[in-house]
């Protein structure tokens, strides 16, 4: 009649203790600490796509070996936003990029070269952030 599995073994999931994740926070409590450490809780969070902004870099020794033999450069009609310092530049060069690192800055002025910035002044990030400070110091 009962095929060997008692009274209420073969009804449902019974002698399991139930089916899945049931009885993780009763019976199963001891298993799911073991087993499944962390189960509960927070887990972080997936940052929204249209905050994530992954410059492109170049460095300054990587310049005259992608542009051979020129002596102007607008690095953002090229694709890049970046100037880093790694590296040694040996020519004078006249660049143009969206922003620099200051020891690629001083290293292409250290031949006699030119770097336009093309993003905004030091000067308007510095008058952004006294405003923050006003704000912080009136509250």
Known sequence: MTHGKGKKGG????????????????????????????????????????????????????IEEKFPGKK????????????????????????????ASEKAIDKIKEQGGDILLTSKDISEEESVESKVQEKIEDK
């Open 72 to 99: 102007t450069v607008n690095l953002t009609e090229e694709g890049y936003d970046k100037l880093l310092g790694a590296g040694q530049i040996k020519s004078k060069l006249k660049i143009t990029v969206n922003s």
């Open 11 to 62: 009804r449902g999931a019974g002698l399991r203790g139930g089916r899945g994740n049931a009885g993780l926070c009763k019976h199963k409590f001891m298993y799911m600490n073991k087993y499944m450490p962390g189960h509960f809780g927070v887990h972080g969070f997936k940052r929204p796509q249209n905050i994530l902004k992954e410059d492109k870099t170049i460095n300054v020794g990587e």
